[in-house]
């Protein structure tokens, strides 16, 4: 069962989604249970749209470091969100990528919650909020313990969500990896088809275009072809907004 903010962050990402999207349809957009979303074109044609994250086809069970100094990190989030939401009123879809050496005691979490909520209102205090808009806020202007904060706003979008780093970098991005990932959502279009869908997208989240890897993938996922029940399948890099229709 979907919890409050994990529908909070499904309504985010479809919307940021379809903004990239040239041809995305427009037409009604119904929020499910499964798939996620259903575009109803007409009666008789409907598109279910899944969302999954990259998934390790081998569990990595030390990911992401310390679970104690990442449960810091969580709180720092939860309260530096409620003291920025106290005095501002804007909304928006926040990533901090804290340093992996990162270290911090339960002491200063207040301290540094408080840091935080004046350096996003530094940087988005001149930006127009009633368009949309992504920022990426780098090392160089924020304190040692931060590597960098993206920030998306969608004027349509009514609550915030500030997350962890760990949520999309979690994973490997390899072909073995997206296969896993296609592969466990493959058994759910049985499910859709009950409901009289009659096209389905698969859309996975990865955040690994922003962090400069050594190699090129944009020619990898190009010569890549999967194995998928889904008629359309695409990555879509969340935070650098790059989407990518894969050869299925």
């Known amino acids: 069962m979907s919890s409050i903010r ?9 919307k940021y989604f379809s903004k990239e999207l040239p041809d995305f349809p427009k037409a ?6 499964s798939p996620d979303f259903v575009i109803c ?13 990259l ?10 470091g310390n679970k104690i100094v990442r449960s810091y990190e969580n709180k720092i989030l939860v309260k530096a969100k409620q003291t920025y939401e106290s005095n501002f009123k804007h909304k928006f879809y926040l990533a901090v990528y804290f340093s992996n050496s990162f270290i911090i005691n ?21 930006c127009n ?5 992504s920022l990426k806020i780098e090392n160089t202007d924020l304190p040692k313990q931060i590597e960098w904060i993206r920030i998306i706003h969608h004027p349509e979008v009514e609550t915030s969500i500030w997350k962890n780093r760990p949520e999309y970098l979690d994973c ?12 466990l959502k493959n058994d759910k279009i049985a499910l859709y088809q009950k409901k009289k869908i009659n096209t389905f997208w698969l859309i996975i989240i990865i955040d690994y275009f922003s962090n400069n890897f050594s190699y090129n993938i944009h ?21 650098c907004r790059k989407i990518f229709n894969l050869n299925i």
């Open 55 to 64: 998934t390790n086809k081998i569990p990595d069970k030390n990911k992401y």
């Open 41 to 53: 074109l007409n009666s008789r044609n409907k598109i279910g749209i899944e969302l999954t994250k």
């Open 106 to 126: 339960n002491n200063q979490i207040d301290l540094f919650a408080n840091v935080l909520v004046q350096i996003v209102y530094q940087n988005t205090k001149e």
């Open 6 to 14: 994990k529908i909070d962050e499904e309504n985010y990402i479809l």
């Open 219 to 239: 020619n990898k996922i190009n010569n890549w072809s999967f194995d998928s029940k889904f008629h359309k399948v695409f990555l879509f890099e969340l935070f």
């Open 129 to 133: 909020f009633s368009s949309y808009f």
């Open 172 to 183: 490997e991005f390899s072909k073995e990896n997206i296969q896993h990932t296609i592969k």
């Open 28 to 33: 009604k957009l119904l929020k499910t249970e």
